[in-house]
Every structure is written in structure tokens, then in C-alpha cells.
């Protein structure tokens, strides 16, 4: 619609710009490009004014939804508010305008903010050995089962082929321990949506390389049996690698290393409040046991005296990103911290408390399916005969991005609810407001929804296989 008018304003002679000159003939043009790439009539664009251009496309941006514009529980995604502190410490020109080449005398500043970051995530995971080089969440789940990989094959032992994955884990889990080159096998859950420990049992073997467990898992809740199953894992050699998606759930209570995790990776761009944005710009930071260090990624930031300087673990398994890590994210995630210090546990306290909040509100209306104390989300069922999509559409109607649903897979018409910790308890219970006065509404009143926003209800799985990437 809004393109419609941008035309019906366009008047011949009206001009929102003004060009430079070319310094290129049209004729030199034509000794230089194909003839098929050369323009031969204007494009039909509408001629308006500036003013026209501008509220144009600062009204397409308003058609959005961040977390800057509405509350976004989105489940497993940590969609939290991001501090504009950090985007100050990001955009310090020192920082901004570092080039990955420069020298490393010009870029200690950079290299400190890197070193002390590692100790800072090492002494939050319980884990010594720290790497920032890799940039998404999925790549930090790569990097650590490719190390878990380089030990096996350097200690001779090439019978650990299979890498166990819960019913719970993110679909990142089964596709990074094939992309390593180990076969996945599932392990299934008890009655209170942790891993079924005697199943654990009875599927490792000398073969099993890993297991790789996400806890807080996706249901939601705790894996109050952590500690054991690191010992059934480190009995017969494997290791205990742990999908760190959920750590907003764990800052300061609990600790990975304590708990006899090997590795693991950071979702920095979550819990540590660096943006997301497009699918990216992430990090995946992972930290591992003493005995994984020499095989971590290339380079690493150690500290000599007063000089900071990059370094090639003895045994690495190469880099696995073109320089040294999103620079801007780390910045972003160091500062954070260094805002917070030890009340970092203040972060993980109020984020349990307010899915805690939303399960006890919504328990009688909404299905709970593990209906006990959870983490820093909620899975919750739509009443009998109502649909998870249909919920989530209403939703958009009320101003409220839609919660995950459909994941996590172990749960019918699931619905995976973050409400994070930086919201207050008032947007909280008008979000809650909103989902009660849904599940009252009649089924096929939903099937239509939304009906306010600017586009109607979309086929989103036609959309993604019939993608059109221009207009």
C-alpha cells in the first residue's frame, strides 16, 4: 500500500536528492561493460520529494517488531533487552575502527578487553580453557565436538563414533555431531522432561564419544541429575558437552565445571545481552576442561607481563572464523558483565521468578505438561481444541510478538514462553491479560487472526520454500 502511494505522490521534476556528476562518459561505460548490463531507458521510479522518501521507509521500519518496539517472549531465545551501554563501549572509536590486521601493539586494548573476557566467562562456566573465535551459538556447538573429535583422534582411540542427543535438544545438536562426522543417537525422557538417566545407561558404550545436553533444557526445567550423568559419561570415557542457549537460567547458581561438564559454549548475543538481529550478529563463545585446551581454536589471547599477545594452542584444530570472533559482540558481553559483576546471579534470580510468575498465572487455563518449579521459561499447552498457531497469531493482534511454539517437539501444540528478566512485572501481566482473554475466545474466531497487522495470516512454510527475495 505504502508503495502505491509513494507513486500516486510522484510528480515529474520533484527531487529528494542530488548526484555528483559521473566521472565516466557513457561511451567509456560501454568499452567496459557488457552491453546486456547497460541501461537503455530511465527506471520508472516515482519522483517525490525528500520529506515523501523519508517517512516512506521510517514508516516500513515501524511495521517491525524487536524488542525496542513490544515485548518478545520468544522461547529458548533469551530476547532481552539490550543496554544502550553497551552500544556506547561498542562504538568508542578505538574500538570501531580496528582493522582484524592491525599490528597487535596497536590493538592492545582490544586484546585485554578479549583476555579478560576469557576469564570472565571461565570463572562463570567452571571452566579454564576459553575461546571467543566463534561466531554463532551452532558454530560454538561445532568448534567443541570438533575438539572433542581432535582428542580421540590424537590420544589413538578411534572407536567413538556416536554422540548422544535428548529428545529436548535444540535441532542444532543432531546436525552438528553429524557435520563432525559422528552418528546421533536419541536418548528419551523421564516423567519430569529430564534425561531418562537408566536409558543413559544402557546406551553408553566404548563407541560414544559425547553427550550433548542443553540444562536448563527446553522443557524448561533443570537437569537435577547433571552430576550423575557426567560420572555415567566420564566411566566409560566420553565426555559431557552442554548446550549453553539456556545460561541466562544459570549465572552465578549454577556451575557447569562443578557439575562435571567438559565443555560448552556461551550464546553471548543471549545471556549476555549482545543483539541479535537478521539471524546474527551472534558469538558462541565455548570454554572447556584443562585437558581440552591445547586442542582450541586458533588464536587465543594470553597475557605476557603487561602485553597481551594471540597464540596457536599446541594441538588446535584450526580456526573456525576469519579472524578472532565478532569483536563488537565481545565488547558488548564484557561490558556487560563488568556492569553487573557478582550481582550477575541478580540477572539469573528475576528471569526464574518471572517464567515462574507467567506458569503460575496461566496453570488452570493453559496446559502445563511439567507442572513444577522451572527455569527462565515456561512450556505451556492452549486449552483442549485450541491451537499453539492460532494463540500465537491472536497475540500479534494485542501488540505482543508470539512466543516459540511447536518446540520444544516432545510437547503437543507446544507454546515455549521467555519473559526474561529485563521486563517489568506490569508488561508481564498485561502479556498474561492477553493470553487469558484468548484461551476464552471461540477457536474459529482465532483461525483468522491477525487481523490488525499489516499483513494478514502468511504461509509461512510456503514463504520459506518459495522464498522472494525481491519485490
Request: one cysteine or more; aromatic letters at 6%.
Amino acid at each position: 500500500m505504502l508503495g502505491n502511494l509513494i507513486r500516486d505522490r510522484g510528480r515529474e521534476g520533484r527531487r529528494g536528492y542530488t548526484l555528483p556528476k559521473p566521472d565516466t562518459e557513457t561511451k567509456d561505460l560501454e568499452s567496459i561493460l557488457p552491453k546486456k548490463a547497460l541501461r537503455r531507458e530511465k527506471p520508472k521510479l516515482a519522483e517525490v520529494d525528500e520529506p515523501t522518501v523519508i517517512r516512506h521507509y521510517t514508516n516500513l521500519s515501524r511495521k517491525n517488531q524487536g524488542i525496542d518496539t513490544t515485548f518478545y517472549p520468544l522461547g529458548s531465545c533469551t530476547m532481552k533487552h539490550n543496554p544502550r551501554a553497551n552500544e556506547t563501549a561498542a562504538a568508542v572509536p578505538g574500538f570501531a575502527g580496528l582493522h582484524p590486521l592491525q599490528p597487535e601493539v596497536q590493538a592492545q586494548g582490544a586484546l585485554r578487553i578479549m583476555h579478560e573476557l576469557q576469564g570472565f566467562l571461565a570463572e562463570v562456566s567452571g571452566l579454564p580453557a576459553v575461546s571467543l573465535q566463534p561466531l554463532a551459538g551452532a558454530q560454538g556447538e561445532l568448534t567443541s565436538i570438533l575438539m572433542v573429535k581432535k582428542f580421540f583422534e590424537d590420544s589413538g582411540d578411534d572407536k567413538r563414533t556416536t554422540v548422544l542427543v535428548p529428545s529436548t535438544a535444540h535441532g542444532t545438536n543432531p546436525a552438528t555431531a553429524s557435520m563432525a562426522g559422528f552418528k546421533s543417537k536419541e536418548i528419551g525422557l523421564d516423567e519430569h522432561g529430564c534425561v531418562d538417566v537408566d536409558e543413559l545407561r544402557s546406551m553408553v558404550n566404548e563407541t560414544t564419544a559425547a553427550l550433548m545436553i542443553t540444562n536448563p533444557n527446553t522443557c524448561g526445567v533443570f537437569e537435577h541429575r547433571i552430576p550423575e550423568i557426567a560420572e555415567v559419561l566420564h566411566e566409560c570415557g566420553a565426555f559431557l558437552y552442554m548446550d549453553g542457549a539456556n545460561m541466562n537460567a544459570n549465572m552465578g547458581r549454577f556451575c557447569p565445571g562443578s557439575a562435571g561438564v567438559d565443555i560448552m559454549h556461551f550464546n553471548l548475543h543471549k545471556t549476555f545481552s549482545t543483539p541479535h538481529g537478521g539471524g546474527g550478529p551472534g558469538s558462541g563463545a565455548i570454554a572447556g576442561v584443562e585437558r581440552l585446551a591445547p586442542f582450541l581454536p586458533d588464536p587465543a589471547v594470553e597475557r605476557d607481563g603487561e602485553t597481551y599477545t594471540f597464540v596457536r594452542p599446541e594441538k588446535s584444530i584450526g580456526r573456525v572464523a576469519g579472524f578472532h570472533g565478532n569483536f563488537g559482540q565481545l565488547i558488548r558481553a564484557w561490558n556487560y558483565i563488568r556492569m553487573h559483576g557478582p550481582e550477575l546471579r541478580d540477572v539469573t534470580d528475576m528471569a526464574v521468578l518471572n517464567a515462574n510468575y507467567v506458569r503460575a498465572k496461566l496453570r488452570g487455563t493453559y496446559r502445563i505438561p511439567y507442572d513444577e518449579l522451572c527455569k527462565h521459561e515456561v512450556v505451556v499447552q492452549p486449552p483442549e481444541g485450541m491451537k499453539a498457531l492460532d494463540i500465537a497469531k491472536g497475540l500479534i493482534d494485542h501488540g505482543y510478538h508470539p512466543p516459540t511454539i511447536y518446540f520444544p517437539l516432545v510437547v503437543k501444540e507446544a507454546m515455549l514462553i521467555e519473559p526474561t528478566e529485563t521486563e517489568s512485572k506490569e508488561t508481564i501481566d498485561d502479556f498474561i491479560g492477553a493470553m487469558l482473554e484468548l484461551a476464552e475466545a471461540k477457536p474459529e474466531d482465532l483461525q483468522e487472526a491477525p487481523t490488525h497487522a499489516p499483513t494478514r495470516r502468511l504461509d509461512e512454510t510456503r514463504a520459506a520454500r518459495n522464498l522472494k527475495a525481491r519485490w
